[in-house]
């Protein structure tokens, strides 16, 4: 029998592609299942092979608990446990050997299922890392069966699911069609790990191109980012590596064969091809063509732009539905606020109106100062404060002493300001510290939005404090949870 196992091992071993160390484990399970079919009670059984030698031992186990049995079957007090080993601990088992397992017709027949199901598992799991292995991420398959919309597509011996979400829209997939898709990801569970593909995924459309742009793959050409509505509209940036080589044009092709065959692919998706650059602005500019722009404002603290274009350029700008400054936004990664050159001239009126109010308020000067500062560039009481004196002495409005005297006032209002956040969130603080995942800077800046106790923040979303502080949407969703406590006291 020994010599048998070793043979069975090795034969299956190298026929499946599997570690010999899983089909010994295949084999103990199958002997154990086989002994509790024997056996015909509802016993814990534990089978060790020798791997060396095929020796196998078959042991009865009891788990070591508690006084309170829930299965006497397969459960032993630890009083009991003690008696009959002095080491014995909670959670470990106490064995005593079984009978050699004999085969019967049940018991050969339930230790082959276990056998093969496991040995099916290592297959599928072997083949699943050899793939993975090889870093392929473009699979080329052909649809097995539809699950509930879902597609599950075959390719070579690995099976992956293309959820309906990740489908294009208009397509309409059936069993037997030939699919291309991105692997998105991996997800393991209890059942092994699946693969989960894509085509809607910017990525897609990445790797689509550098199928066919030979050039990229070389290293001449770069997609620096991606931006899609699956199925209608894409816009993706490239980026030379060599100045004899237009981008654009490469990736269009002769006649746009290229560009025609990812658009055939991505059921008729029209796609953009922008030209990247490492000037921001212009970026944004090239990624809204052929919108004509006016001007950009560019907000580094808000990571916005507002775009002026004239008003016959505002339609196309904007796109049906939003669709080209959105593509254009996360292209870019900018926030990307369109406007009429009328409505950008009434939002800096507007600005400019907020920020003279500020300086009448805080500096106690009046509108004819205030409005002095906004011209020359002002806009923060910090630049009053603290721009070299020599810069607001060319103001030929304003003499040293008057400027001066603004420095000063505007120090002054600082460090009142200052004064009273601190209070705030000395105030505010205490109880919002003990909110589990808070920290001070949090509350600084909480407080600094006009958040000072935990029921104004328990009026917030998760959505809201992501917004308001940046912090990851996990991390948000505790705290509001913490905070909406009391509610349900």
Known sequence: MSREILLLVNALAHEKNVDKNIVFTALEMALASAAKKHARDDIDVHVSIDRDTGAFHCFRRWLIVEEVLESPERQIALSEALKKNPQSVLGEYVEEPMEEVTFDRIGAQAAKQVIFQKIRDAER??????????????????IKRMDRGNAIIEFGKIEAILPRDQMISYENLRMGDRVRAYLLRVDRSVRGPQLVLSRTSPAFLIKLFELEVPEIEEGILEIKAAARDPGSRAKIAVKSNDSRVDPVGTCVGMRGSRVQAVTSELAGER???????????????????????????????????????????????????????????????????????????????????????????????????????????????????????????????????????????????????????????????????????????????????????????????????????????????????????????
């Open 125 to 142: 799991e072997q083949n699943l890392n050899d793939f993975l292995d090889r870093g392929e991420y473009l699979i080329n398959g052909v």
């Open 271 to 489: 796609i953009d091809i922008i030209q990247w650059s490492d000037e921001q602005a212009t970026f944004v500019v090239n990624a809204l063509a052929p919108a004509v722009i006016s001007s950009i404002v560019v907000d580094e603290d808000k990571h916005s732009m507002d775009i002026v274009v004239d008003e016959e350029n505002l339609a196309q700008a904007i796109g049906r539905g939003g669709q080209n400054v959105r593509l254009a936004s996360e292209l870019t990664g900018w926030q990307l606020n369109i406007m009429s050159v009328e409505e950008s001239q009434e939002k800096t009126v507007e600005e400019a109106t907020s920020i003279c109010e500020l300086f009448m308020e805080k500096l106690d000067v009046d509108e004819d100062v205030g409005r002095i500062l906004v011209e020359e560039g002002f806009s923060t009481l910090e630049e009053v404060a603290y721009i070299p004196i020599e810069e607001m002495l060319e103001i030929e409005e304003f003499d040293r002493e008057t400027i001066e005297e603004l420095r000063n006032r505007a120090r002054n209002a600082l460090l009142t300001d200052a004064i009273v956040t601190e209070e705030k969130i000395s105030h505010a603080s205490e109880a919002l510290l003990a909110l589990e995942g808070m920290d001070m800077d949090l509350v600084r800046e909480l407080t600094a939005k006009g958040i000072n106790t935990q029921e104004e923040l328990a009026d917030l979303a998760a959505d809201d404090l992501v917004e308001l502080t940046g912090i990851d949407f996990d991390r948000a969703s505790k705290i509001i949870i913490k905070a909406r406590e009391p509610w349900f006291a």
